[in-house]
């Protein structure tokens, strides 16, 4: 069993940056593909970012790429991700998920029925 909790929510102006951290507990997950999704209320899951287990390919949604960056240490079990030039439609809660693979293409990492472990989320809050 793999525990997931984010950090790092909160609230911010648009164009502000924030970064979340996602801690994994249990198990190592290096030797798994990581990922961030978004929802906001009366919304569906959102896939924003993945990484494979090596770190070496991120993926990203179209409305986040160039803003956002995700990356890991799988020193210390962990992910993050960057984000820059936030937006106000972008708040949402933020949920960290381990893979069930190493690695995969973007359409593999951007559905969220093929994540195992996920956390309980971090509130981004978007003001003008």
């Known amino acids: 069993q793999v525990q997931v909790v984010e950090s790092g929510g909160g609230l911010v102006q648009a164009g502000g940056s924030l970064r979340l951290s996602c801690a994994a507990s249990g198990r190592t997950v290096s030797d798994s593909g990581m990922a961030w999704f978004r929802q906001a209320p009366g919304q569906e899951r959102e896939f924003v970012a993945a990484i494979n287990s090596e770190g070496r390919a991120q993926y990203y949604g179209n409305s986040v790429s160039g803003r956002f960056t995700i990356s890991r240490d799988n020193a210390r079990n962990a992910v993050y991700l960057q984000m820059n030039s936030l937006k106000i439609e972008e708040t949402a809660v933020y949920y960290c998920?381990?893979?069930?693979?190493?690695?995969?293409?973007?359409?593999?990492?951007?559905?969220?029925?093929?994540?195992?472990?996920w956390g309980q989320g971090t509130q981004v809050t978007v003001s003008s």
């Open positions: 998920a381990v893979a069930r693979t190493s690695s995969g293409s973007y359409y593999y990492f951007s559905r969220p029925d093929l994540y195992d472990y």
